[in-house]
């Protein structure tokens, strides 16, 4: 099982999870915010108790993996994302996560407002924090 976990208060974050979720066709992931308590249990078991709202992180088949490494390896998955991923996963991870933390930190002048677009009801079995 491949969960998303994100800052469920952070616009860009939600509309991250949009993003993933609408090239996603073959329900591949499953999300959870880091605020919710499922988030914070799985976050927990992995050795981090009190995560970083700032951090993207990945629970892929017991492995947790965050930041660049969460997004490369979110979007080889992704319909038409993968070759962008190889790209940038072939960048040294002091780079790619130098980057990240650029976006991360101003992700809540990047996304002002919060999404607003919702899941198909018949999707919400894939968010584990409803």
């Not at 038409?80 to 991870?93: I, K, N, Q, S």
Request: some cysteine; hydrophobic content about 40%.
């Amino acid at each position: 099982m491949k969960i998303v976990l994100y800052d469920g208060d952070c616009g860009l974050c939600n509309r991250t999870v949009i993003f993933i979720f609408k090239r996603d066709p073959g329900g591949v992931f499953s999300f959870a915010s880091i605020q919710s308590t499922i988030g914070r249990k799985l976050l927990a078991q992995h050795g981090i108790s009190d995560p970083q709202l700032d951090t993207f992180y990945l629970l892929d088949d017991d492995k947790l993996y965050s930041k660049s490494d969460a997004a490369v390896r979110v979007g080889q998955h992704l319909h038409r994302w993968g070759w962008f991923a190889a790209f940038v996963g072939w960048w040294p991870r002091c780079v790619r996560d130098w980057c990240y933390d650029r976006i991360a930190n101003n992700r809540h002048r990047f996304g002002k407002k919060n999404a607003c677009e919702l899941a198909p009801p018949e999707t919400k079995q894939r968010f584990l924090d409803q």
